[in-house]
C-alpha cells in the first residue's frame, strides 16, 4: 500500500529539487525526508531522483510518478472532503484560477466573506495566464477559473460573474480633463498606453472602435503592457492615455493623479465569467462558493466592477 504522506514528500521534493526545502515546509527534518523517499524508492524499486551532492534531479521514473501521485493525493483529499461533509458542513479546500484584474481585486473579498460564513474551507487564488485557465480546471489543478471570455461548452459550466467597466483615464493635467466629453476621433494622434493583443480590455476597445469606423492602426500606441497597475502608473506620470478596467484605476481616480475622461458613443464593459469543469464531479466547497457569488449579500462587491 503506498504511503500517501511519503507520495507527497516526493512531490514537494520534486517541486522543489531539494529535500531541505520540502522538509522545511512539512515541518520535518531533511533526514527524515530523504528516509522516507528512499523507503518510496524501494517500494517501487527504482530511484525517482539522481543525487550529486546536495543537488537532486528527477528520474525518468520521478518524472513519470509525479502526475500521477498529484491524482491520487487529489483524490485521497476530496474522498477525505466528502466524508467530512456528510456532517452536513462545508468544509475542505477550494483552488481559484484567475486570469483577470478586476477578478483579482473583487475575489479576494469574496473569499473572505465565503470563510467567514464557512470557516472549514480554505481558499487559495492564484494568478493565471489567459491561456492556462482551461487546461489548469480539466487537469484538476484548480476547482474554478475566472475568465473575460465566454468559456461555455461540452467541458465546462460557466455562469455570467460580473460586468468590468472599462474607461479612458489621462494624466490630471491635461487640456482636455476640463471637457465634459470627447469625440472618439479626438484622441487620434495622442499617445497610448495599450493591453497586450490577447487582453480582454484590448478585445472589447477594438469591437467598440470598430463600432465607430476607426481604424485601431490610427491609434498611436506608444507602449504596451500587460498590467492595468502598471499602466495607470505610467498614465499617472504623464506618458499618456489609456482604456483600464475602472476598478484597476479607482485608486488614482481618488488621489487626483489620473482622470477619468468620458467619450461620446463609448460604452466600454467586458463580461466576467466564473467557469468549472464538468468532466469532474464538485466538491461541496466548489459548489457552495459557486451559488455563493450571487448570494444579494453581495451585490455591493459586484457594484464594485460595474460602477
Known amino acids: 500500500m503506498i504511503d500517501l504522506s511519503r507520495l507527497q514528500m516526493f512531490l514537494l521534493a520534486a517541486e522543489t529539487l531539494s529535500f531541505s526545502e520540502a522538509a522545511q515546509r512539512l515541518h520535518l527534518s531533511q533526514p527524515t525526508v530523504s528516509h522516507h523517499i528512499k523507503k518510496l524508492e524501494e517500494e517501487f524499486g527504482s530511484p525517482l531522483f ?156 477594438l469591437t467598440e472602435l470598430g463600432r465607430h469606423d476607426i481604424d485601431p492602426g490610427e491609434l498611436n500606441v506608444i507602449l504596451e503592457v500587460g498590467n492595468d497597475e502598471a499602466i495607470v502608473k505610467t498614465v499617472e506620470n504623464g506618458f499618456g492615455l489609456a482604456f483600464v478596467s475602472h476598478t484597476a484605476a479607482q485608486w488614482a481616480l481618488d488621489l487626483g493623479t489620473v482622470v477619468r475622461i468620458p467619450v461620446q458613443g463609448f460604452d466600454l464593459h467586458r463580461r466576467v465569467y466564473m467557469i468549472r469543469s464538468k468532466l469532474h464531479p464538485p466538491n461541496r466547497a466548489m459548489e457552495a462558493f459557486w451559488a455563493f457569488v450571487h448570494d444579494p449579500s453581495n451585490r455591493d462587491l459586484l457594484q464594485i466592477a460595474e460602477s
Not at 77 to 88: I, R, W, Y
Not at 145 to 165: I, N, P, R
Open 50 to 205: 539522481n543525487r550529486s551532492g546536495n543537488e537532486i534531479v528527477l528520474t525518468e521514473a520521478g518524472r513519470l510518478l509525479v502526475p500521477h501521485a498529484r491524482k491520487l493525493l487529489r483524490e485521497a483529499m476530496g474522498l477525505q472532503q466528502m466524508m467530512d461533509s456528510m456532517e452536513d458542513r462545508v468544509i475542505g479546500t477550494l483552488r481559484i484560477t484567475c486570469s483577470t484584474t478586476t477578478g483579482k481585486y473583487i475575489l479576494p473579498q469574496f473569499a473572505g466573506r465565503f470563510i467567514k460564513r464557512h470557516p472549514s474551507v480554505r481558499v487559495f487564488i492564484h494568478r493565471c495566464v489567459r491561456t492556462n485557465v482551461v487546461p489548469t480546471l480539466l487537469e484538476q489543478e484548480a476547482d474554478l477559473g475566472v475568465v473575460s471570455f465566454d468559456a461555455c461548452g461540452d467541458d465546462l459550466d460557466c455562469q455570467e460573474f460580473f460586468s468590468d467597466h472599462i474607461i479612458l483615464i489621462s494624466p490630471a493635467e491635461q487640456p482636455w480633463t476640463a471637457m465634459d466629453s470627447i469625440d472618439p476621433s479626438d484622441f487620434l494622434g495622442v499617445p497610448f498606453i495599450m493591453r497586450e493583443p490577447d487582453s480582454g480590455t484590448r478585445r472589447e476597445l
